[in-house]
């Protein structure tokens, strides 16, 4: 099978040793990790020295270190090897904020023949660091482009697979060897080959020092990509490596005009190496081959290109279901899905659509199995919603033996009389009623006719014997709790929740033809007490009862506390006006909050129903009370073997709580407005085991958050959503699930519990073989799951899909999806950080992915010097993925990043599906500055990298949770105007939380892309507008994901050289 590669040559080729940024390197091997996925006690690897040893902005492949404005004379002689061919690279990171200047323009020579630099590459590549033995030709075949002098295109369009700018040879190495379609040279790699190019690493030291050993150099010494930071001091070991010395000090903030020796661009020539005494000026052996130019960063994959690719080519069309492991369109892309025998991808999406067939292939690879299955996504409006199956009292068709339902693997025989399940081969009788005549194919004459034989998802009407004590359910409820302590009160929140409650409840979810929503509403206010509303329609007034004794939770009263909107709309309009004066001289700031979700369970247990708490609550419950809770945030753990304390919630009152929850489908939605420490990880525990979510508003104030908290709100109340949900996942023999991520509470190993699922909660299933998968049946995996509607139906939802199964493992490399297993990777890790060391996790992440990356390179790719990073086309951007999550606030162990806001992002990670943890880990940045008004569509975005800002530009920013627009020093005075309607940038003051309303078509434009962006996304957002070095500024950068982390953690690049140095220790 051909395999698509990916080939980055040298740049990445030594990457530094003390990977960047995270404590102390990625520390000494992993202490034998609870969460080893795959294969047991991941490789430690050796530990990498301390300190972050790159240099600020080195060139990663040998191109000159960007200039800053442009300090170089672009005819310089370089490196005394050829007149310098490049024109100066442009000041990428020129000084950091400014934009880059010249674009990157040609950086081609059109220079040496192939043939020729492919001499010069031999004779480099046998640097002692390097190339094994005798120089057996690393390179690729002449044909793959590697070796055409380059010249810099536009970036290269990533689908095809991405290629060095040159001349190329369209796709690149056409065909090197059957084996791998596309090894994408990396472009800024230049002649692939062995480390002639290798930029930062050249043989010896592994790219250390900041300034690439070479010679002292004075300028950034640039090993890694340009990064932000340049210039802060590395303090760190030397580089390790043949007789690589040490940098002078701190890596000097501008290059003071680089001097001209050899090695210094980027420093390749990393000091003598073996076998090559004092290589210094000019050393041609060393630099033979083009003068080497700073790697562009462009070269390396790109996000950006990759979603952009899939979207030309996939985009708008319809993906049909009808093949098995069929890998679909990436979740960026915009595409219609048609089911026909398997579900949707908005349903299910696999970390992998070809299954290994044994177990050892799979331990060998390292690639997690696993399904994320959003059993409630929303289908677009051009899509089938799913059909209802009724089969009256008999209820759905089950095999007898596994109890899998009837679905399109069920394969009818003996005239249609029997059918043989999918799943476990048993042999069923069909019913009576259910029994038809089969065709000339062995398919049932009504085939099309019954969606449970011709569909991926459909749902079954339930029978009482699905019911709990086997009668029909209630429909359900929601219950408003409002925190009515001095904080709220004087906040104005409280009277903001009674004004919006006034006309949301108008818009309470119903079922389709529905002339009214059938769920049924109840109130009640707190603070040290429990206030309970009568609003029953007969009365004219709504009356309050108190229940003062927390310890032995009651509802007062059953009759009038649950109602229907509809009949007592003028009993609970006169409350909702009633609350905030009945409570506005208030003093009382202590809560209590255990109790509060207790009397939520027992409403619902008095009216036999499941249901939704919305939970309005302002501080850390420390009023005498079941559930109280102390301040237990401590600095000091940070960095140490305790720090996960900080992330488990305290055992005890919340644990029963949670299981009272989930038995009576009561889901916690809990709205918080902390002004300090609340122990988020506590209080957020009933939430995400009972399908809720949890909000977060720090420092709230009506006039900055209000709209945006009022957006979550309604999202949350409208949403479509079952109740007292149980989930289980069936697989055919070979394999079965065995870890499951979730807002789900697991009462034994096999059944998913949820007191609700919403649209927007997903649950990721890891799977584990027990025998060996047969290529010829594939594998095949049914998700069930039974529900109550908002009706108050007891329902099976049936979503059903089919993957191939191989014994090549370049099948699975090739039918991989990076962002779902990212998703998988993000939530066992931020699973993993509640029983070990962030230290440990990170390096457990790091060896997961340079196994698989390593026993791709190992087994599929074809041969090539070892000192190229080469990368499975389906996943040559994993590595931003992992990179941007090991950056993430739970895994960073920074004292500068509050408790409660990494235990929050911990626990929103835990139910999300895959596109929200993609746009969570790679962030949407668009600019807006050249925006065609007439044009419907959005601007393409650019890459999260400071280095893509430009000073006179305008960039939008979101992540699904922030939203941030950022304003360039030179922005024009008329963009300014036609914007926020103010004569520069000068005016416009903090604060500002949604654009002005002008009538200009810019404006409307922008406005219209942000609604755009805040309808589009679960949560809102609130914006943020930041203007260039203003101090909010920081608060956008660290979501530039590409560039260092603010708290510690590597750039894009730099990862990179790391990984591929630890997979170069692996092969070897």
């Not at 309970?532 to 709504?542: D, E, I």
């Not at 508003?697 to 109340?717: A, I, M, P």
């Amino acid at each position: 099978m051909s395999q698509q590669g990916y080939v980055a040559a040298p740049p990445y080729s030594q990457a530094q040793p003390g990977m960047g940024g995270y404590q102390g390197g990625f520390g000494s091997g992993p202490a034998q990790p609870l969460y080893g996925h795959y294969g047991g006690p991941p490789q430690a690897f050796s530990a990498p020295q301390t300190g972050m040893m790159k240099s600020p902005v080195s060139s990663a492949a040998g191109m000159p270190p960007p200039p800053v404005s442009s300090q170089y004379n672009p005819n310089v002689q370089q490196n005394g090897t050829h007149p310098q061919r490049y024109p100066a690279p442009p000041a990428a990171s020129a000084a950091y904020g400014q934009p880059p200047q010249s674009p990157y323009n040609s950086m081609a020579s059109p220079g040496t023949p192939a043939t020729q630099q492919l001499t010069n590459q031999m004779s480099a590549v046998n640097l002692g660091s390097y190339a094994p033995g005798p120089m057996q030709s690393p390179l690729l075949p002449t044909n793959s482009v590697a070796q055409q002098p380059f010249q810099s295109s536009p970036p290269p369009a990533m689908g095809q697979p991405q290629m060095p700018p040159g001349p190329q040879s369209p796709h690149v190495s056409q065909q090197m060897t059957p084996q791998m379609s596309s090894q994408q040279s990396l472009p800024g790699s230049m002649p692939l080959a062995g480390p002639p190019m290798a930029g930062p690493q050249m043989a010896g030291p592994p790219m250390a020092g900041p300034p690439m050993a070479g010679p002292p150099m004075a300028g950034p010494p640039m090993a890694g990509p340009p990064m932000a930071g340049m210039g802060r001091p590395f303090n760190g070991p030397p580089p390790q490596g043949p007789g690589g010395f040490q940098q002078p000090g701190p890596g000097a903030a501008g290059p003071p005009g680089y001097p001209q020796q050899a090695g210094q661009f980027g420093g390749h020539m990393a000091g003598p190496q073996q076998g090559m005494p004092g290589a210094f000026p000019g050393a041609p052996s060393a630099l033979a081959g083009p003068p080497q130019k700073k790697l562009d960063p462009d070269s390396i994959p790109s996000i950006t290109q990759v979603i952009e690719n899939d979207q030309v080519k996939q985009g708008g069309k319809v993906f049909s279901t009808n093949i098995r492991g069929q890998v679909p369109p990436l979740v960026t892309t915009d595409f219609t899905a048609q089911d026909q025998g398997n579900a949707s991808p908005r349903f299910i999406r696999c970390t992998t659509y070809s299954l290994p067939c044994t177990a050892d292939l799979a331990k060998q690879c390292h690639v997690p199995l696993a399904s994320i299955i959003k059993p409630f996504a929303n289908l677009q409006t051009n899509e089938t919603p799913l059909y209802v199956v009724n089969h009256g009292e008999t209820g759905p068709i089950r095999c007898n033996r596994c109890k899998a339902y009837m679905c399109p693997y069920m394969q009818f025989i003996d005239g249609g009389r029997r059918y043989q399940c999918g799943f476990c081969n048993c042999v069923n009788e069909v019913p009576v009623f259910y029994f038809q005549h089969l065709d000339h194919m062995g398919r049932r004459v009504d085939f099309y006719e019954r969606p449970e034989l011709s569909l991926g998802s459909y749902e079954f009407v339930a029978t009482l014997d699905y019911c709990k004590n086997n009668k029909p359910p209630n429909p359900p409820a929601y219950i408003f709790m409002i925190d009515v302590s001095y904080n709220n009160i004087k906040s104005g929140l409280v009277k903001l929740i009674c004004d919006e409650l006034k006309t949301l409840l108008e818009k309470l979810p119903r079922e389709e033809g529905m002339e009214s929503s059938a769920i049924k509403v109840g109130f009640v206010t707190y603070n040290k007490v429990l206030h309970f509303y009568n609003v029953k329609s007969a009365l004219a007034q709504p009356q309050m009862m108190v229940v003062s004794d927390t310890a032995e939770m009651f509802v007062p009263l059953l009759d009038g506390f649950l109602v229907n909107y509809q009949d007592s709309r003028a009993v609970i309009y006169n409350l909702l006006d009633q609350i905030p004066d009945m409570f506005a001289d208030t003093n009382e700031s202590e809560t209590v909050f255990a109790p509060v979700i207790q009397a939520g369970v027992e409403a619902f247990k008095a009216a036999e129903c499941s249901g939704k708490l919305f939970i309005f609550h302002s501080s850390m419950p420390t009023a005498e009370a079941p559930g109280k809770l102390k301040n237990r945030d401590d600095k000091k753990l940070v960095n140490t073997e305790k720090e996960k304390t900080l992330f488990q919630p305290q055992k005890g009152v919340y644990e029963q709580l949670s299981k009272d929850c989930v038995a009576q489908g009561c889901c916690v939605e809990l709205f918080l407005f902390p002004s300090q420490y609340v122990d988020l990880a506590t209080m957020a525990d009933v939430p995400t085991h009972t399908g809720g979510s949890v909000y977060k508003y720090n420092n709230f104030q009506v006039e900055t958050d209000g709209e945006h908290f009022l957006r979550d709100l309604r999202k949350d109340v409208q949403k479509s959503i079952g109740f007292d949900a149980i989930m289980r996942v069936r697989t055919s023999t070979g394999f079965r699930a065995t870890d499951f991520f979730g807002a789900v509470h697991m009462n034994n190993t096999t059944d998913i519990e949820m007191a609700a699922v919403d649209c927007d909660k997903a649950v990721t299933v890891e799977f584990k073989h027990d025998d060996t998968l047969s290529e010829e049946t594939g594998a095949l995996m049914q998700c069930a799951l039974l529900y109550t509607t908002i009706n108050g139906q007891r329902r099976l939802r049936i979503h059903n899909i089919s993957l191939k199964c191989s014994a090549q493992l370049s099948e699975l490399y090739m039918n991989c999806e990076t962002d779902s297993l990212i998703n998988f990777f993000a939530k066992s890790a931020y699973r993993a950080i509640l029983n070990q060391p962030l230290k440990n996790v990170r390096e457990i992440l790091v060896s997961q992915t340079a196994h698989m990356l390593a026993c791709y390179r190992k087994n599929c790719a074809s041969p090539s010097a070892a000192s190229q990073l080469i990368l499975p086309d389906a996943m040559k951007v994993f590595p931003v993925y992992m990179n941007s999550l090991m950056k993430s606030a739970p895994l960073v162990g920074s004292t500068e990043l509050s408790t409660d806001d990494r235990a929050h992002q911990r626990l929103s990670v835990m139910a999300m599906g895959v596109e929200d943890t993609q746009l969570l880990l790679y962030p949407r940045l668009i600019p807006l500055h050249n925006l065609d008004v007439s044009s419907e569509a959005l601007p393409a975005p650019v890459r999260c990298s400071e280095e893509r800002l430009a000073e006179s530009g305008m960039f939008l920013l979101e992540n699904g949770h922030s939203i941030f627009l950022w304003l360039g020093q030179a922005s024009p005075p008329d963009l300014i105007q036609s914007i926020f309607n103010l004569p520069s940038l000068a005016h416009l003051q903090g604060h500002m939380c949604a654009l002005p309303e002008l009538d200009n078509p810019l404006s409307k434009k922008v406005r219209s892309i942000i609604d755009g962006l805040l309808e589009k996304r679960p949560n809102s957002m609130k914006l943020v507008i930041v203007r260039q070095k203003d101090k909010p500024e920081m608060l956008f950068r660290q979501f530039l994901v590409e560039d260092k982390g603010l708290h510690g953690g590597a750039s894009y690049m730099d990862f990179l050289c790391y990984v591929h140095q630890e997979i170069r220790q692996l092969l070897t």
